[in-house]
């Protein structure tokens, strides 16, 4: 395992596009000498989203939350060939992959296509802009740990030009109005982290932006975690009051400028208006939108012409009206939530249902086999045998190939919302328990550790959160 092995001509190839929570937990459990294994993805390493929040503001460190792809397919069984790049086409008749090495150093131009005998769409999803102006070119996102740099790096910078000699009291109030948009669990963790950062430390290390440091989260609908029960929505926007985050709901972002956004939100008359919110810092978290190439892929095929939101799959996760590929994961639309839990159970069916296509195609060559030998057998004893054989293989064949449908079991929904509360509605046997506050918290830092990839990942997040001073040590023994 770990060598770069040449292909084994007698096995199928197998081309898994991504090294995120779906193509990484079929990887974890996938068969690997079974197929000619290829992964492609322009990231080498598996990142921890749930706790990417948390590193925007350093009590999480970004190597703690990250797995080098490479450390870990070289435990694999057999060896695993990995590409760092992008796919940029997907021609499912041809089955060939288009890819396009995005770094700074560019491997052989040989290297841009990839042929496949079975293919795994788990490519993730872009950030939405909805097209709205300004986004990209003034918000920061949240979804690599890039942007996680990017935010720590913009706050702070924040925090010291509004401290800079001879500023206007408007540009001080400006620089440290931080503004989140989209009141999903992406914005209402992060908002929470960034209010803690400042309680914790900004405010002790910087006093003198005390009475102007501000978040603002903005979401359109009339309320924000709209995934969650009604009494922890209720209660995630009082602790946010307590907090002194400022919610706007009802509010939708039209606009974006260098220095303010422009929302509209209706008035107690009716009558709507266009708000300008001046910002030091927008963290733009409005969900998620598709990737070029899934959109390229869909564009492609019929039975994919009325969806929207990514690839439509059957209950077996296969692409509809495509042969032999599979998607899994933000990208694929099996009716559930976009969610790291659903991503990695996809993953997981799909390494069941390759490692038992595998064991299927290995009893049909023994079944084929045996065939001939009893055509061609001398007597009827010998005949016979081979009889009981066949019927005994064929009876393996059956129950191999009875894989169900792929099910999702939801294990129920975990959020951070700031000063060591969180909030969960967990699955409890056949009911529902919601429940919001410390303790949750302390079950919201169990559960994510128990999730992290590797024992490494999980010991660095237990050093990083007894390094934080005001989150430390007392909670970690709980976890
Ligand atoms: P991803 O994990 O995004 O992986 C996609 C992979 O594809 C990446 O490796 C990427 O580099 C690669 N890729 C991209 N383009 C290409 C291309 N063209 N060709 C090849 N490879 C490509 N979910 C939860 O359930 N619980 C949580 O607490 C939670 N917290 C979150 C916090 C944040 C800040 C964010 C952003 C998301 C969070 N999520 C959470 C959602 C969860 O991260 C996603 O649902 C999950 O990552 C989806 O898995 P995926 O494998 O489809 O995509
Ligand atoms: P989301 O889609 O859950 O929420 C985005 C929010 O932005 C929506 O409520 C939407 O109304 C709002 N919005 C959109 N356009 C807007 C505009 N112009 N102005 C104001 N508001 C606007 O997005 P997310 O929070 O990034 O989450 C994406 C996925 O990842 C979800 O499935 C979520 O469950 C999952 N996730 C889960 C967790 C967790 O479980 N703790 C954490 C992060 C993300």
Request: include cysteine.
């Amino acid at each position: 395992p770990g060598e770069q092995a040449e292909p084994d001509p007698t096995k199928k190839t197998l081309v898994v596009l991504g090294t995120g929570w779906g193509s990484v937990s079929l990887l974890k459990k996938l068969d690997t000498e079974n197929y000619n294994v290829v992964v492609i993805s322009p990231r080498n390493y598996f990142l921890f989203t749930p706790l990417l929040p948390s590193c925007t503001t350093g009590t999480i460190e970004h190597r703690s939350i990250m797995e080098p792809i490479r450390n870990f397919l070289r435990h694999k069984k057999a060896a695993v060939k990995y590409y760092e790049a992008e796919a940029t086409k997907i021609d499912y008749e041809k089955r060939i992959v288009y890819i396009n090495d995005e770094s700074e150093i560019k491997g052989a131009t040989t290297t841009n296509e990839v042929k496949f005998d079975m293919l795994v769409v788990g490519v993730g999803a872009e950030n939405a802009t909805f097209g709205i102006p300004g986004v990209r070119e003034h918000g920061c996102f949240l979804k690599e740990v890039s942007d996680a740099q990017r935010i720590r790096k913009r706050i702070m910078d924040c925090c010291e030009t509004a401290t800079f000699k001879d500023q206007s009291p408007e540009e001080i109030k400006r620089l440290l109005h931080m503004v989140v948009v989209g009141g999903g669990p992406t914005g209402v963790e992060f908002a929470g982290e960034l209010q803690d950062f400042f309680e914790n430390d900004l405010r002790k290390w910087i006093p003198e932006i005390a009475n102007n440091f501000h978040v603002t989260l903005v979401e359109a609908l009339p309320q924000v975690l709209p995934m969650f029960s009604k009494n922890l929505i209720d209660y995630t926007e009082q602790t946010f009051k307590e907090e002194t985050i400022e919610i706007r709901t009802k509010t939708m972002v039209k606009n974006v400028t260098e220095k303010y956004i422009e929302a509209e939100y209706t008035d107690a008359a009716g009558v709507k208006q266009l708000d300008k919110i001046p910002y030091g810092l927008l963290v733009w978290a409005t969900g998620n939108a598709l990737r070029p190439v899934v959109k390229d892929l869909m564009s492609q095929i019929p039975a994919q012409k009325d969806s929207r939101r990514g690839l439509v799959v059957n209950e077996h996760l296969v692409v509809k009206g495509a042969e032999n590929v599979w998607a899994i994961g933000d990208c694929a639309i099996a009716n559930y939530a976009p969610t790291a839990q659903v991503a990695s159970q996809e993953g997981a069916f799909l390494a069941r249902l390759f490692n038992q296509m595998a064991k299927t195609d290995e009893i049909q060559e023994e079944l084929s086999l045996l065939s001939e030998k009893q055509a061609v057998a001398a007597n009827k004893e010998l005949r016979d045998g081979i009889f009981g054989d066949i019927k005994e293989l064929q009876k393996r064949l059956r129950r191999v190939k009875q894989m169900g449908p792929f099910e999702y079991s939801h294990q129920g929904s975990l959020a951070y919302i700031g000063s060591e509360k969180a909030v969960a509605d967990i699955s409890w046997f056949t009911g529902n328990l919601a429940s919001g506050g410390q303790l949750t918290y302390l079950f919201w830092r169990s559960a994510y550790l128990s999730m992290c990839f590797s024992t490494r990942n999980r010991v660095l997040v237990i050093m990083d959160w007894m390094k934080s001073p005001d989150k430390g040590f007392p909670l970690v023994i709980f976890s």
